[in-house]
């Protein structure tokens, strides 16, 4: 790719294999991104790539006759990875669907069309560096989707509207979400005990048998 070429004659840290290029995506003319990690812990990939004063990257940029790029650090923790990917957009929380590599990304409001970009630019772009489907959706949005299941995590008793929202921070949005886990790993989320995580996951489990039971009666 042209813009990896370009990197690797700007940056020597790139050329000398002490930063490697780990995944590149572009719009010509547009914009492009660039994912980046240093195999030396005590170096910043994105600092040594934007240079003194940023001029290394504007040297990158004249070339391309100011097309816009983000260099984004590469990390295995795919939530923070796609989060920095939306960049100049900050994100708020994430909620990732492994089994199908999808992210629903929540923004401020204010952020949302920065995070989608002109056309979808650069959440395209975002998907493209990073592999992962990302829907991205406004607080307001998120919100009016996610009253309903808020609403239905505090039927639990101890569950009020703070701690279903602590819940939603760490992917767990639902009765049955909530069901399927295992004490140890609820207990780990701050503020809840390990006798409280079997209470509040007994409970998911009869209020999800009686769903099922009225569903079934239906």
Known sequence: A????????????ISEGLIDIVSVAREPGKRGKIAVKAKDKDIDPVGACVGMRGTRVQSVVQELRGEKIDIIPYTEDAAK??????SPAKVNRVFVDEENRAMTVIVPDDQLSLAIGKNGQNVRLAVKLTGWKIDVKSETMAAEKDDDEHKALTKIPGIGP??????FAQGIKSIAML???????????????EK????????????????TSDSKKV
């Open 2 to 13: 042209f813009l990896k070429a370009l990197f690797e004659v700007e940056v020597p840290e």
């Open 81 to 86: 990875f796609v989060s920095s990917a939306l």
């Open 162 to 167: 703070a701690m279903a929202e602590k819940l």
């Open 179 to 193: 069901a399927a886990m295992e004490p140890e790993a609820l207990s780990e989320i701050p503020g809840v005990g």
């Open 196 to 211: 409280t995580s079997t209470e509040w996951i007994e409970e998911a489990i009869r209020l999800l048998d009686e769903e």
